[in-house]
Every structure is written in structure tokens, then in C-alpha cells.
């Protein structure tokens, strides 16, 4: 299927509703968006902690929100009412796929509502020091930084 | 793909309008998703097979429970303890000096406070801990406490269940919660936080909808009516604003949610400023 | 009594532990309907509500609803879908199918705490 109903402007803007939405709601934080991505490069160096969905259909992407480690306890401790201390490996991987499913959740209600066709694949989510993510396609890549006092989250999308 | 069922435009405008003529509250075109899923058991209930249906069936009921019913359906009760900080710094801070000498005084007997729109009890509590805290660190507790009253009106029953049981869940007590208060005022029980009775019972809950008349409550040295006006038309808020400044005694208190505004608000208050916290006075007779 | 919350993510089943709990309800789990479905077999008679969400591995939610709103035991305990799973569309089938609620995530803890209640309310 073509993408003559959405373009990327458009579905930027819907994601960019939604991660606020989202991370607003989940955990009580005031969530204030950035264009600006360039500090992308230098995150990479800590250890980072990636939650990932695809999209097929209408549009065929990738959905990634990544942040530092300590940030996605802080956001995940939030979410839970479990200090950042006891939180398990495990919950901090589930509580960045859970963000990802609900944000893809809520951006695909958005379209499906236009009258797109889309499905979406499970979460999950990877961790580690200097990911790098390489596309292909760099004209069609969405690039967006979400601060919330400490916390700081990068949602990147690709088509596919 | 199958569209027909999710909200129509056409349905969408008319419980726009009913929404907002009998709720008082206004609704984005953006948010018919939001109103799909909160009014889902409503269609349960009401035995109705389509949105549209049910759409008629409140328009043409035009009765206040069901009316009430939706607006609990569809507002949030998002709340958080202490929200925004500055109200509280101006409550310690600027009220409760004043309040004080003015009962040592002698010149009031009592002080009412109101939480319009208290949701799960955050905002009531966070007050009472504050004067409870405020008088017992200056030993006045045994004397003054009992001045004090707090009333929480919100429209929806089953929050005020759960704001009158004071137990909370531990994502609720992160939200905002200081440890010095939390410390102080709560004790654990694996994971749920349970508020002292002392707190507990300075607050008198009360199932109240802010679209009937404010007479019965009495009147209040402080009303509270925050994050609840930013859903309402302009013309409910224009109205509240009013009835509240009636239900204020003279240079009575207001405070509203830090990112709010009210645009018709001279006529009746003034607004004062304390480190960076906005509130408003309530304007002294005019004769 | 229990309250079952059934969802393949594990965070999903803690921010519901929370709010059960404060509610003096004990919690179940169960991370899909395979999994649910056994445990009814033996608790059904304990269990005053059932989250359920719509998209897991294996059975999806939808189905699950359906076989318990066919079981003669089971039909009477209420069930709320809890579910990133929006549009009018889906809710319409499951209200139709005998869900009582549906709370699309994201939700804050006050308005799931409060379905929760309401879900009781009517059972
Ligand atoms: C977002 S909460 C704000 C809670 C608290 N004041 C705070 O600032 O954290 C808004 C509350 O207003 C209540 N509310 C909405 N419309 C109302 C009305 N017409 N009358 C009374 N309460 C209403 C809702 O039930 C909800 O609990």
C-alpha cells in the first residue's frame, strides 16, 4: 500500500502526542519535547536501554524509544510504585516494551481512525553500551528527544 | 476495514453538544477516543448496541444522574500530593501566620478550607498535613486543630470511597509525596501506605457537583479548585468563578492549577503572588 | 476474594497488583489464557473480577472473554479488558460479548483504581 494518507510530518506529530501522553500518564512526569536529536550521538556511550515495536501495513516501520539505564528505572520505578533499587533486570526490559506497545497502541488508534490498515508486532526491548542504530533509509527517519526533569528518552522511527 | 462502529462525526457532534450543554464540559475534536472507551459501560448498562444509540438515549433523557454520570465517566482524576508546590509554600508560609493570630485574637473562630474536585483525597490531605505539621511543630496543635475544617467535594462517588479509606498504593505515594510527610504521616503495610486517623479526620468528604449551588456548603476562608475548571465550557468556568468568590469570605482565597487561567477574574479577585505561586484574594466590599 | 489480571507483561500485572491491593483484594496472575483458564478451573468460586488484556501470545483476550462469558460458572464474574487495543470497533464486541468495562492503556492509577471499583460495584 502507498502512503499517500500520511506522510512522516504528520505521523511525527502523532507520535510525538502520544510519547507524552504516554509517559505522562504512566508515570505523573511532565513531559516537554525536543526536535533537536544531536545529543544521540554522545548517549550512546552510556549503557542504553532500547524498547522496539514494527508496524506493518499501510506503513511499514520501526519504533524505538531508547534511554540511558537509570533513566528507565527512574521511569519504570514511577510506573510501578517499586523503588529503583529493587527493580529487577526484567521489569526495566518489560517497562520499556510495555511503553512502546501503549505508544504504538495509541498512534495506531489514530490512523486506523483514518482509515489505514496496520498491524504491529509484540515489544521488546535490547540493552547495552555504543548500540548504534543504522538505517538505510535516512530521508525517512524521525528523530525526537522527550526531557522530564532527570529523564531523558529518544523515540526514533524508520521506515522499513 | 470496518469503520462504522468507531464514533461517526455526526455522532461525535451531538454528544459533543450534549456534553457540553449538560456536562459543562468541553471535549476536543481529537479526544473521540478517549470518550469511546470511558463511556464503554455505559453501553453495558444502558442495554445499547451502538454509540449512536446510547447517544440518544442520554440526549433525550436530559436527567441530571445520567448527566453526572457521564462527567464522572469522562473526566480524569489524575491528582498528585502537594501538586505544584506553591500553593502549600503560601498556605504555610502566608495563610496559616495570619490565621493563627487572627484565632489568638480572637477575630475569626474557625477557619474552613474547601478541596472542589478532590479526586482520591490528595489535595485535602496534603492540606491537612500541612496545618496538622504546621501547629504541631509550634505546640499549638491541642489548642488549634479542631479550628480547622476541611471539606472534599468531587462528583464522583467512587473516588471519594477511595479518598476516605486513606490507604494508598505505592505509585500513588511516589507522586509527589515528600519523605519528611510521608515519613511522618503514613505507616506501610507491605506495599499499600495508610494514613494516620488524625489526618484522616480532618477532612469531611462529600459527594458534590460543582453545577448545583454552593449555598448549603457555608462559606470558606480558602477554596481549592484546581486541575478541574481546564475541562469545563467557558461559560460553567465564568460561572464558577463567581459562585466561588460567593462562597469566599471577605479577602477569602482561590487557588486554581499553576498552568490555568481564569479570563474574567477582576471583578472579583485580585491576584496576589508568592515565590512564584499565583493565587487570588477575593476583592473586600465595595460600598 | 481475588481479582485476576491476566496480561503477558509482567509491569502491566505489577501497576494492577498495586491497586488491587490498596483495595484489600489478594491478586492472581497469569501472563496468558492458557495460563487463566487453569487457574479459574480450580478458583473460579474466589474470583470477583477478571483484567483482561486483548493482545497476548497464543489465545488473544477476546477469545478468553468469550469462553467465559459460555461457561456456566464462569459467566457471572465480571470482566474488564484492559487493553492498548482501542477504536470503537473492538469496544462495541467486547461490551456485546459481556465485558463490563474497557480501560485502554495508557490509564493513570486513579482511573484504574476507579473502574476496578466500579467493575465490583456491578458484579
Ligand atoms: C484532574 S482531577 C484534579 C484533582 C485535584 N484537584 C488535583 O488538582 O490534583 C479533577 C476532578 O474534578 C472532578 N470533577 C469534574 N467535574 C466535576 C463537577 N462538575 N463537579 C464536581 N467535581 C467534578 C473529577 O471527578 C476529578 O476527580
Redesign the interface.
Given at each position: 500500500m502507498d502512503m499517500v494518507s500520511v506522510d512522516m510530518k504528520k505521523l511525527n506529530g502523532l507520535l510525538n502526542r502520544a510519547v507524552i501522553d504516554v509517559i505522562t500518564t504512566m508515570t505523573g512526569f511532565d513531559v516537554e519535547d525536543d526536535p533537536d536529536c544531536s545529543q544521540f550521538a554522545e548517549f550512546e556511550s552510556v549503557e542504553t536501554i532500547i524498547g522496539v515495536m514494527a508496524v506493518f501495513g499501510s506503513i511499514d516501520a520501526v519504533v524505538a524509544l531508547a534511554t540511558d539505564i537509570n533513566s528507565s528505572k527512574l521511569i519504570v520505578a514511577y510506573m510501578t510504585g517499586i523503588m529503583p533499587t529493587d527493580l529487577t533486570d526484567e521489569d526495566v526490559h518489560d517497562g520499556m516494551a510495555e511503553l512502546v506497545n501503549m505508544l504504538v497502541g495509541r498512534v495506531k488508534a489514530d490512523l486506523v481512525r483514518e482509515g489505514l490498515d496496520l498491524s504491529i508486532t509484540s515489544p521488546f526491548s535490547i540493552s547495552g553500551t555504543n548500540i548504534e542504530m543504522v538505517f538505510k533509509d535516512r530521508e525517512n527517519r524521525i528523530c525526537r528527544r522527550f526531557i522530564a526533569g532527570d529523564v531523558e528518552m529518544f523515540l526514533s522511527v524508520a521506515k522499513i | 476495514m470496518n469503520m462504522n462502529v468507531n464514533i461517526s462525526s455526526k455522532e461525535f457532534a451531538l454528544m459533543q453538544r450534549y456534553i457540553e450543554e449538560e456536562c459543562g464540559i468541553s471535549i476536543g475534536n481529537d479526544k473521540a477516543y478517549l470518550i469511546e472507551s470511558r463511556l464503554s459501560s455505559m453501553l453495558g448498562e444502558f442495554n445499547c448496541s451502538s454509540y449512536e444509540e446510547l447517544y440518544h438515549l442520554i440526549y433525550t433523557k436530559k436527567d441530571r444522574r445520567v448527566s453526572e454520570r457521564v462527567i464522572d465517566a469522562i473526566t480524569t482524576n489524575e491528582t498528585l500530593w502537594f501538586r505544584d508546590k506553591t500553593p502549600w509554600i503560601i498556605l504555610e508560609k502566608v495563610l496559616l501566620p495570619q490565621y493563627i493570630k487572627d484565632l489568638e485574637s480572637g477575630k475569626r473562630d474557625r477557619i474552613r478550607i474547601w478541596s472542589a474536585g478532590c479526586s482520591t483525597g490528595q489535595e485535602p490531605y496534603s492540606t491537612a498535613m500541612v496545618i496538622h505539621n504546621f501547629l504541631d511543630i509550634r505546640g499549638l496543635k491541642e489548642k488549634f486543630l479542631p479550628k480547622f475544617e476541611i471539606v472534599a467535594t468531587d462528583i464522583s462517588s467512587t473516588v471519594l470511597e477511595v479518598a476516605k479509606k486513606g490507604r494508598y498504593d505505592s505509585i500513588s505515594i511516589m507522586r509527589g509525596m515528600p519523605a519528611s510527610y510521608r515519613d511522618k504521616y503514613f505507616k506501610r503495610e507491605g506495599r499499600v501506605w495508610i494514613l494516620d486517623d488524625e489526618i484522616r479526620n480532618m477532612v469531611d468528604f462529600r459527594q458534590f457537583n460543582l453545577q448545583n449551588s454552593f449555598v448549603l456548603l457555608g462559606k470558606f476562608h480558602i477554596i481549592f479548585c484546581r486541575y478541574v475548571m481546564i475541562y469545563f465550557s467557558s461559560d460553567l468556568k465564568d460561572e464558577l468563578v463567581s459562585k466561588f468568590s460567593m462562597a469566599l469570605k471577605d479577602s477569602g482565597i482561590l487557588f486554581i492549577g499553576s498552568s490555568e487561567m481564569l479570563s474574567v477574574y477582576r471583578e472579583y479577585f485580585d491576584m496576589e503572588q508568592y515565590e512564584g505561586g499565583v493565587y487570588y484574594r477575593k476583592k473586600g466590599e465595595v460600598l | 476474594m481475588k481479582i485476576m489480571t491476566v496480561d503477558?507483561?509482567?509491569?502491566?500485572r505489577?501497576?494492577i497488583?498495586?491497586?488491587v491491593?490498596?483495595l484489600d483484594y489478594e491478586v492472581v496472575e497469569a501472563k496468558d489464557a492458557k495460563e487463566a483458564l487453569d487457574i479459574l478451573e480450580d478458583e473460579y468460586e474466589d474470583i470477583a473480577l477478571i483484567l483482561l488484556d486483548w493482545?497476548m501470545?497464543g489465545m488473544d483476550g477476546f477469545e478468553m472473554l468469550e469462553l467465559i462469558k459460555k461457561d456456566k460458572h464462569l459467566r457471572h464474574i465480571p470482566v474488564m479488558m484492559v487493553t492498548?487495543?482501542?477504536?470503537?470497533?473492538n469496544?462495541?464486541k467486547?461490551?456485546?460479548t459481556g465485558?463490563?468495562?474497557?480501560?485502554?492503556?495508557?490509564?493513570?492509577?486513579?482511573?484504574l483504581?476507579?473502574?476496578i471499583?466500579?467493575?465490583l460495584?456491578?458484579g
Open positions: - | - | 503477558d507483561s509482567a509491569i502491566v505489577k501497576i497488583r498495586s491497586a491491593e490498596v493482545n501470545p492498548s487495543e482501542t477504536g470503537g470497533e469496544i462495541i467486547a461490551i456485546q465485558a463490563t468495562h474497557y480501560l485502554v492503556k495508557p490509564f493513570t492509577i486513579e482511573e483504581t476507579k473502574r471499583l466500579e467493575c460495584g456491578r
